[in-house]
Nanobody, 126 residues
Framework: QVQLVESGGGSVQAGGSLRLSCTAS?????????MGWFRQAPGQEREGVAA???????RYADSVQGRFVISRDKAENTLYLQMNSLKPEDPAMYYC???????????????????WGQGTQVTVSS
């Protein structure tokens, strides 16, 4: 069973920043693997936040465009989500996911992502 591990969650004030990290504990995802970040708040469906395709083209949800940045460190085999200007609407459990292969579409849809992390909690205070 492939296990993705997220870290970096916590509690910050509105307007603050937080950086989430994601690594694979049982395998190394290739530089071209499609990756994504998702979030789910209590009582709501899981939604796509940001994604990367095999050419590192990115896509963001409208609600985080201009505030969040998804990136990967190919040497460290690590995925990041830099979250800036956090709002009270951003708190949720954030999940890292990979499609486990090559793609040309940084989709924000949950279907198609084969492996998921356990999630890391993000809280915003004001």
């Amino acid at each position: 069973q492939v296990q993705l591990v997220e870290s970096g969650g916590g509690s910050v004030q509105a307007g603050g920043s937080l950086r989430l990290s994601c690594t694979a504990s049982e395998f190394t995802f290739r530089n071209y693997f499609c990756m994504g970040w998702f979030r789910q708040a209590p009582g709501q469906e899981r939604e796509g936040v940001a994604a990367l395709d095999s050419d590192d083209n990115s896509r963001y949800a409208d609600s985080v465009q201009g505030r969040f940045v998804i990136s990967r460190d190919k040497a460290e085999n690590t995925l990041y989500l830099q979250m800036n200007s956090l709002k009270p609407e951003d708190p949720a459990m954030y999940y890292c996911a990979t499609r486990g292969g090559f793609c040309t579409d940084p989709t924000l849809r949950t279907d198609g992502y084969a492996y998921w992390g356990q999630g890391t909690q993000v809280t915003v205070s004001s």
